[in-house]
C-alpha cells in the first residue's frame, strides 16, 4: 500500500472507479470489488479509494453474514507447541500451522509468535497508529473540511452500528478503531495476507474471516492505563468461533505495558464482577488466583513485531505498574467465522 501521496486522477475519475466498484459489490462481486479500489490505491493514491475500500468491507461483510450458511468447527488438533523462553507455547509463523494452534490454544489458551512482523513493517505500522489517533484528536465532530483523510476517516454506518462502536471510549483509551483508519486497515489486511496470517486464521476458523470493527484497534496504551482481567467471550457471547492476533509493535512487559496471561484452557467464563473488578466484565485479582491454581500468570516480555494469538476464553489483562517509563503500541484484531459470528458486532470482511 502507497503512503501519503498526491492523487494524480481527477475527481472524476475517482467517481467512476468507485461507481463501478459499487456496481461490482451490488452484484454480489465483492472481492472483484475490493480488488479494483484497491489496485487503484495503488496505483493512484487518491485517499478517497482508501477510504471506500473500508466501507466496501463493511457491505461485504453483511452480505457475507446474511448469506452464510453453518459450518462445522474444524477438527484437526495436533499436539501443543513447546513451551518458549516467553512461558507461552511458541513458534515461527512459518511453522505454525491451524493444527498445532487449536492445540496450543486447548491447553494453553494461547501462542507466541515472537518476530513474526519485520521492522520495516512495524515502524510503517507504529508511524501509521501516531498519525491515525493525532488526526482522530482534531476530530470536531463535524466532517472533515479537507475531505476524506487516509489517516482517519469515520466507516459511515446506520446510526445503531455506529454507536455501537463505542469510538469516544476507545479514543479515551488511546486508540482508534482500525475500520477509522482506513491506510492502516488496508496496510495491515495486506502484510497479514503476505506473510500467512490470512490462511492461518481462515484455516483456524474453518472459514473466510470476518473482522469485527468493534474489535480491531490501533493502541497506544499510557502508564495510567486500567487493566481489567478479562475474557472477551464474557461481552462477545457464546457459541461463538474467534481468534484474535494481537501485534505487539513497541517491546513490552518491563518498562512499557504489556500483557498478563493465565496460559491454560478455560472451558468456562470465570465468574465476572467480584470484589475489586473495575468493569462488571472484569475477573477480580481473587479469582483469577484461583483459576489459574498452580498455572499461575505469565506476564511475558514482548518484542516490536511479536504476535500473541488467544481466543475468547482467554484470560488476560493489560499488565501495567506504576515502575513503567513507556508507553506500548499495539494492534488487536479480533476476526470471527461468518456462521458463528457474535450479535452486535459490525462486520468487515477479511
Ligand atoms: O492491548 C491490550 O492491552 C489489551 C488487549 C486485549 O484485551 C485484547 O486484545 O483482547
Known amino acids: 500500500m502507497s503512503g501519503l501521496a498526491v492523487s494524480d486522477l481527477d475527481q472524476a475519475s475517482v467517481d467512476e472507479i468507485l461507481a463501478r466498484a459499487d456496481e461490482l459489490g451490488a452484484s454480489g462481486c465483492w472481492d472483484d470489488a475490493l480488488d479494483l479500489v484497491s489496485t487503484a490505491y495503488e496505483e493512484h493514491s487518491a485517499a478517497r479509494f482508501v477510504c471506500h475500500l473500508a466501507r466496501l468491507r463493511y457491505l461485504a461483510g453483511m452480505a457475507q453474514l446474511e448469506s452464510s450458511k453453518p459450518t462445522a468447527t474444524p477438527e484437526g488438533v495436533d499436539d501443543p507447541l513447546p513451551i518458549g523462553a516467553s512461558g507461552l507455547p511458541s513458534a515461527s509463523l512459518d511453522t505454525l500451522s491451524a493444527g498445532t494452534l487449536r492445540g496450543s490454544i486447548q491447553r494453553h489458551g494461547c501462542v507466541h509468535v515472537p518476530g513474526a512482523i519485520g521492522e520495516a513493517d512495524v515502524a510503517a505500522l507504529v508511524a501509521l497508529t501516531d498519525q491515525s489517533i493525532a488526526a482522530q484528536q482534531r476530530w470536531t465532530g463535524a466532517v472533515p473540511a479537507q475531505g476524506p483523510s487516509p489517516l482517519w476517516h469515520p466507516l459511515k454506518l446506520p446510526k445503531r452500528e455506529a454507536v455501537s462502536l463505542g469510538r469516544k471510549w476507545v479514543a479515551g483509551g488511546g486508540g482508534v478503531l482500525l475500520s477509522d483508519a482506513p491506510l492502516a486497515l488496508a496496510m495491515l489486511l495486506s502484510l497479514y495476507h503476505r506473510i500467512g496470517v490470512h490462511s492461518l486464521v481462515s484455516d483456524y476458523l474453518g472459514a473466510r474471516p470476518l473482522l469485527s470493527a468493534n474489535k480491531n484497534t490501533l493502541r497506544r496504551v499510557a502508564l495510567d492505563a486500567v487493566g481489567g482481567w478479562h475474557q472477551d467471550g464474557a461481552f462477545l457471547g457464546a457459541d461463538i468461533r474467534a481468534i484474535n492476533?494481537?501485534?505487539?509493535?513497541?517491546?513490552?512487559?518491563?518498562?512499557?505495558?504489556?500483557?498478563?496471561?493465565?496460559?491454560?484452557?478455560?472451558?468456562?467464563?470465570?465468574?465476572?464482577?467480584?470484589?475489586?473488578?473495575?468493569?462488571?466484565?472484569?475477573?477480580?485479582?481473587?479469582?483469577?488466583?484461583?483459576?489459574?491454581?498452580?498455572?499461575?500468570?505469565?506476564?511475558?516480555?514482548?518484542?516490536?513485531?511479536?504476535?500473541?494469538?488467544?481466543?475468547?476464553?482467554?484470560?488476560?489483562?493489560t499488565a501495567v505498574e506504576p515502575e513503567m517509563t513507556l508507553e506500548r503500541h499495539a494492534i488487536e484484531s479480533w476476526s470471527f467465522a461468518p456462521s458463528a459470528y457474535p450479535n452486535g458486532q459490525v462486520p468487515l470482511l477479511w
Open 245 to 317: 492476533i494481537w501485534l505487539a509493535l513497541t517491546p513490552c512487559g518491563v518498562d512499557a505495558p504489556g500483557l498478563d496471561i493465565v496460559p491454560r484452557r478455560f472451558e468456562e467464563i470465570v465468574p465476572t464482577g467480584g470484589t475489586g473488578s473495575y468493569f462488571d466484565w472484569a475477573v477480580a485479582d481473587a479469582d483469577v488466583a484461583s483459576a489459574a491454581g498452580d498455572v499461575g500468570i505469565v506476564r511475558p516480555e514482548f518484542g516490536a513485531g511479536d504476535l500473541l494469538i488467544f481466543d475468547e476464553m482467554c484470560l488476560h489483562r
